[in-house]
């Protein structure tokens, strides 16, 4: 909005020459949702608590004392996260670019959905949506996301690179691309819906995939780039890098408030908002594997929750204490913030493995 606004005024004010660079708005629209949600996140926190008053806030994975623990911190703090990612994102993105829209409608789309599980959660509805049902909903939002992603994209809209081989390319074709994409972003928000289980565990790996995710936009949207480290180009891919800084400036800010001891949760609204943002930028940016390293540690936590239930029902036997992984060890009997910041350790290596790969092809 402020970027398509401005930028006319550029022939006859030179200083706004420098909101033409993605540089500047995305470190612009990173501090705009980190600022918007130091300021708007206290007024916010003591809505909640006035309206959730009595409600159970608390997800039913947690161990029983941590459960108890935690009960009384106000959830669906994802609304904040959603409001202040798309208001800085529609304030510093290029309104004409098509990824600037589809990434804000998945992400809207997605929100809605954990909206209506949390508030079923909170009016003693433990399920929330039925699990096909939310799977369905999802998989609707994400195929008419990825056929638009191809109708606006170029001829590589439907191909699958992978890292490491620069000349390993496979066409999956409209409807391949379709299924595959919809598996990558349905997976994505639901990993990070599985994560969000202790204070503060999915802010700082999201920021950091999303900050990375900001940097290979920036790469795949410029031809020079593209062509040294033989990874696809996407035209107009590049405002994907301010959608991504705001989001890491989104999820900075949260933190600030979900820093042990949290005063509020993200919730469902929050993790499938988050967790569809990064599947989304992948699908557009051509980087869903890198997705699966740099993310890696959802990637872990869902593994973790398919192994459990896989061997209970194959040999009625656990194989971790309790799903997903972060529980495990909180069972073992390591403290919250000691597994928190060990995760935050391990996200931020598998981002620089990650990034790593594009100059090993």
């Known amino acids: 909005m402020f970027y398509n606004f401005i930028y006319p005024l550029a022939d006859h004010i030179s200083f706004f020459n420098i909101f033409q660079y993605l540089t500047v708005r995305s470190g612009a629209a990173l501090a705009t949702s980190f600022f918007l949600s130091l300021f708007l996140f206290p007024w916010f926190i003591r809505k909640l608590k006035t309206l959730q008053v009595?409600?159970?806030?608390?997800r039913d994975d947690h161990p029983e004392g941590t459960a108890t623990s935690k009960q009384g911190t106000p959830s669906m703090g994802g609304m904040m996260i959603v409001a202040t990612l798309v208001t800085s994102t529609l304030f510093w993105t290029d309104l004409s670019n098509p990824y600037v829209w589809l990434l804000v409608s998945t992400v809207?789309?997605?929100?809605?959905?954990?909206?209506?599980?949390?508030l079923?959660?909170?009016?003693?509805?433990?399920?929330?949506?039925?699990?096909?049902?939310?799977?369905?909903?999802?998989?609707?939002?994400?195929v008419a996301v990825s056929y638009a992603v191809v109708a606006v994209g170029s001829e590589n809209s439907t191909e699958l690179y992978l890292p490491f081989f620069k000349d390993v390319i496979f066409d999956l074709g409209l409807f391949g691309f379709m299924f595959f994409a919809t598996l990558v972003v349905v997976g994505s928000a639901n990993?990070?819906?599985?994560?969000?289980?202790?204070?503060?565990?999915?802010?700082?790996?999201a920021a950091v995939v999303a900050g990375s995710f900001a940097l290979l936009a920036y790469i795949v949207g410029r031809v020079d780039f593209t062509d040294y480290l033989h990874i696809p180009y996407v035209?107009?891919?590049?405002?994907?890098?301010?959608?991504c800084s705001a989001l890491a400036g989104?999820?900075?800010?949260?933190?600030?408030?979900?820093?042990?001891?949290?005063?509020?949760?993200?919730?469902?609204?929050?993790?499938?908002?988050?967790?569809?943002?990064l599947g989304t930028s992948a699908i557009i940016l051509k980087q869903e594997f890198l997705l699966a390293i740099i993310g890696g540690l959802f990637v872990l936590e869902t593994v973790s929750v398919i192994v459990?239930?896989?061997s209970f029902k194959l040999t009625g036997k656990r194989v971790f204490r309790m799903a997903p992984i972060h529980h495990h060890f909180e069972h073992k009997g390591w403290a919250e913030s000691t597994i928190?910041?060990?995760f935050w350790i391990i996200s931020i290596m598998l981002a620089l493995i990650g990034l790593a790969t594009l100059k090993i092809r």
């Not at 009595?54 to 608390?58: D, I, P």
């Open 54 to 58: 009595g409600q159970k806030t608390v």
């Open 108 to 118: 809207l789309g997605f929100a809605s959905i954990g909206f209506v599980d949390d």
């Open 120 to 142: 079923l959660s909170l009016r003693g509805n433990k399920k929330g949506i039925p699990g096909k049902l939310r799977l369905l909903l999802e998989t609707i939002i994400v």
């Open 191 to 205: 990993a990070v819906n599985l994560t969000d289980g202790l204070d503060g565990l999915v802010s700082v790996p």
């Open 235 to 243: 035209e107009g891919a590049g405002e994907v890098a301010v959608f």
């Open 250 to 277: 989104s999820m900075l800010g949260f933190l600030w408030y979900n820093a042990p001891p949290a005063r509020i949760f993200m919730g469902d609204t929050g993790s499938l908002a988050v967790g569809s943002a």
């Open 308 to 310: 459990q239930v896989a």
């Open 340 to 342: 928190v910041v060990r």
